[in-house]
Each structure stands twice: as C-alpha cells, then as structure tokens.
C-alpha cells in the first residue's frame, strides 16, 4: 500500500509541475523576446565630407575629368604634383595614365597625406560597368576555401569593372583573421572596393571597430559621373535583423538628397523582398504582401528612397537572385560568391552597364559559367585572349593587358579603349556566348 500511496503522490507532484510549464513558457519567450528586441547598434562610423576621399573610400575620375575636394583644402599635391583648386574642384590631365595616385591636402595649414585615395579609371564614365558581390563569409584557416573565394575575386577583377561593391558578410564572424584573410583575396584588384558591413561582421565585434579598422566607415557616399552611391548599413547587433536609427535616416536622407541622375544605396540586409526564406515565419517581417527584415525605420527609409527613386542592393540570403519593385524602388538581391547548398550555379554575383546615367544592363554572373584566359606571345608583344561564356546572354568585359612595345594597340575583335605609352591597354568586348578568341598586337 505505502508503494502504490508514494506512485500516486510523485504522479500527483509531476501533474502539478506541468500545469505551471504554459506559465514557464511564456516567461521563457518573453525574456527572449526582450533580448531579441533591445540589442545594441553598432558603431555605423558615418564619413564626413572632409574626410572625403581617403584610401578607404577614394574618389573616382577619368583623366581629362574633375573631382569635388572639401571646401577646407588649401592646397592639394597628386603624387608631389601640385594642382590648383577652382571651384571646390580639380582638373586631371589627360596624360594621366590610369591607376592609384595619393593625395596629399594641406588643411589649417598642416599637410596631410591620404594614401590611394584617387583612381583615375580608364573607363568612359558616360559608359561603364560596376560589379556587386556579397557574402564572402572569409574563413578563419587558410585553405581551399579561401582560394576560391580568390579566384572568384580574380575573374571579377579580369572583368574590368569601373569599380566593385561588396555588400556584407565579408567574414564569419568579424575575427582579426578573417579580415586578413578577406585582404587576401582582395589583393589582386585593380579598381576600388568599396564595402559595407554586414550582419556576421558585429558577432565578434559589436561595435565594429575591427571593420573600421580595415574596411573603414560604414556610412558614406560617393560619385562617379552623375551616378550617386549611397553606403546605409543598418544593422543590429548581434543578430540578423536591420534596422535604422534616427541618425542613420538622417544621414542617409541627406546624401540621398544630393543631386544626381541616378542613384543606388548599399544595404546588406533585405528592406524588401517578395521572399521571406525561414525569417517568413517571423509574424512582423510580414508587410502588405512583401517581406522586410528591417524592423526600425522601415516606413522612414522607404519614403527617402521612393521619393529619390532609388535602386537597392542587398545580399544576406545567399542563393536568392531576385529584382523586386515595391514603392516605385527597385530591390535587387544579389546570390553568395560562395559554394553552398541550394547555390546549385555556384558563386554568383550581379554584373551592371549604366550608359549616360541608366541602366541598360543587369545579370547575375556564375562564376562556373565564365573563364577568361590571356596568353602573350611574340615576347610580350602580343596576346591572345579566350573567353568561354555559357550563360545565355552576352557579358560586357573591360579586358586589361600589358603589352611590350609601343602604341597604338590593335584587337582583331572587341574595341581598344585606351592605349598608354606604359603598354597598358584596355579592350572592351560583348563576350557572346559560347567561346570566343581574339588577339591584340
């Protein structure tokens, strides 16, 4: 009896026990609750004009072009040359060949030197190319893993874009390693990165200040001809939702608001998609029909970008490919430049034409669907270029070579579009699809 008497009082016991679990549980998601909602912000370092341009975020130029230098520079030196300033302005020389050049500002009457902060481009700024990548998620070891991400780079930079955009995630977790590791892949580009952080960069580092220290600012803005780029992260940290506090709207208000033909703003997280992918089970990331996974200053940030008819670039979903108009704005989700499940076409990233101000051409380019390969022959006189395209479209390339001997430089297809005394030559061809192969002499 007392056995049987003891079954029923611990049986008795867990039935009191269960009926408290529901008011347990509720404890449990509200504390949750709580702590996903009252996260910190990073520290978004926003570049002020004066600042504008440095190494981080230099300007860009054609030789024969301006650029706009802060109203506070008494004197300026492009490599020990000095130059007049007219109008908040400086003219470049033709015969500046294309490349980086330093500048050096001379402020309050101390001179101060900004190390790459000018690229002149080869490139027609009335024509020209730009690339996003996005989500390279750099690995802490050196490996397989890391070279590939390289080569994707390598093939971008072969490409010949004017610039290139990375929109986040550049590492795992924002580690020490993993930023010197992503400044090896980027090693070998020619044109300006221009960069802005993403969720997995606050994980290690809250406030960002390995990614300043790296990167530079989060928040910017620059030109190049009459298209204006706008830098917007918006993050919390650390986890995957954005938001935008009254600061950054303030800011991103005031640079939208510049006077250009076109404009883009750099975001890493999705404002607004037609998918939701597993944060569409999230009830307030749903919104008439659209999913958003900014849950501050979302009717804020629209209103700024609807009114400057805007185009947005994100990444963060990493297999996504999709361009969604919402709000008279265009939102282009860019895929990984990684390897991952559900990336069944591999690394991808987005490839842009913008012709006197529009863009005339977009597409998400497979890094295993284009090979670019240059052979020199005849003693570096001579080169000999194949392509295998097997998308299908036609890609725009920029190709740049160096070749002995003196100009001018002959392409038996494509266009030269710029001959330097150096024996640098760019040629610009529509790579169609299938295999193409021309030489230059």
């Given at each position: 009896?007392?056995?049987?008497?003891?079954?029923?009082?611990?049986?008795?016991?867990?039935?009191?026990?269960?009926?408290?679990?529901?008011?347990?549980?509720?404890?449990?998601?509200?504390?949750?609750?709580?702590?996903?909602?009252?996260?910190?912000?990073?520290?978004?370092?926003?570049?002020?004009?004066?600042?504008?341009?440095?190494?981080?975020?230099?300007?860009?130029?054609?030789?024969?072009?301006?650029?706009?230098?802060?109203?506070?520079?008494?004197?300026?030196?492009?490599?020990?040359?000095?130059?007049?300033?007219?109008?908040?302005?400086?003219?470049?020389?033709?015969?500046?060949e294309p490349g980086w050049y330093n500048l050096t500002l001379q402020i309050e009457g101390t001179n101060?030197?900004?190390?790459?902060?000018?690229?002149?481009?080869?490139?027609?700024?009335?024509?020209?190319?730009?690339?996003?990548?996005?989500?390279?998620?750099?690995?802490?070891?050196?490996?397989?893993?890391?070279?590939?991400?390289?080569?994707?780079?390598?093939?971008?930079?072969?490409?010949?874009?004017?610039f290139i955009v990375d929109t986040g995630d550049m590492t795992d977790y924002g580690l020490e390693e993993q930023y010197i590791n992503y400044e090896y892949i980027i090693s070998d580009l020619e044109m300006p990165l221009y960069t802005v952080p993403g969720n997995m960069e606050t994980y290690s580092d809250p406030n960002l200040d390995r990614y300043a220290a790296h990167l530079g600012p989060a928040n910017y803005y620059f030109k190049f001809n009459d298209t204006l780029f706008v830098a917007g992260a918006a993050l919390h940290a650390p986890r995957s939702w954005g938001g935008f506090t009254d600061e950054q709207i303030e800011f991103i208000d005031g640079a939208m608001a510049k006077d250009a033909e076109l404009k883009f703003l750099l975001h890493h997280i999705p404002i607004v998609s037609e998918e939701g992918r597993d944060y569409s089970l999230v009830p307030w990331s749903k919104r008439d029909g659209i999913f958003s996974q900014v849950d501050r200053g979302f009717d804020e940030i629209n209103n700024i970008l609807s009114i400057e008819q805007a185009r947005v670039l994100t990444g963060h979903w990493h297999t996504y490919s999709n361009e969604f108009e919402y709000n008279d704005?265009?939102?282009?989700?860019?895929?990984?430049?990684?390897?991952?499940?559900?990336?069944?076409?591999?690394?991808?990233?987005?490839?842009?034409?913008?012709?006197?101000?529009?863009?005339?051409?977009?597409?998400?380019?497979?890094?295993?669907?284009?090979?670019?390969?240059?052979?020199?022959?005849?003693?570096?006189?001579?080169a000999v270029i194949s392509i295998q395209n097997d998308h299908d479209f036609s890609i725009p390339l920029n190709l740049h070579l160096k070749l002995a001997g003196s100009p001018p430089f002959v392409a038996t297809q494509g266009e030269v579009v710029k001959n330097t005394t150096s024996g640098d030559i760019w040629v610009s061809f529509n790579a169609p699809n299938g295999y193409s192969e021309f030489t230059i002499h």
């Open positions: 009896m007392n056995e049987k008497s003891n079954i029923k009082t611990r049986e008795t016991a867990k039935l009191e026990n269960i009926k408290y679990l529901p008011i347990l549980l509720f404890i449990l998601g509200l504390i949750v609750t709580l702590l996903v909602s009252n996260v910190p912000y990073p520290n978004l370092m926003r570049l002020s004009e004066d600042d504008y341009p440095n190494e981080y975020v230099p300007t860009l130029v054609e030789a024969g072009g301006n650029c706009s230098i802060p109203s506070i520079v008494q004197k300026l030196w492009i490599d020990e040359q000095e130059f007049s300033i007219n109008d908040g302005k400086i003219e470049i020389p033709e015969a500046f101060n030197t900004r190390k790459n902060s000018l690229y002149v481009t080869p490139l027609n700024p009335g024509n020209f190319t730009f690339i996003q990548v996005t989500d390279t998620h750099t690995p802490i070891f050196m490996g397989s893993d890391v070279e590939e991400r390289k080569n994707v780079y390598d093939l971008v930079n072969d490409m010949g874009p004017a704005v265009i939102f282009y989700n860019t895929p990984s430049v990684v390897r991952m499940s559900g990336n069944t076409d591999g690394p991808r990233f987005r490839l842009f034409r913008i012709e006197d101000n529009v863009i005339k051409y977009d597409k998400v380019i497979s890094y295993e669907r284009l090979s670019i390969h240059k052979e020199y022959v005849l003693a570096g006189t001579e």
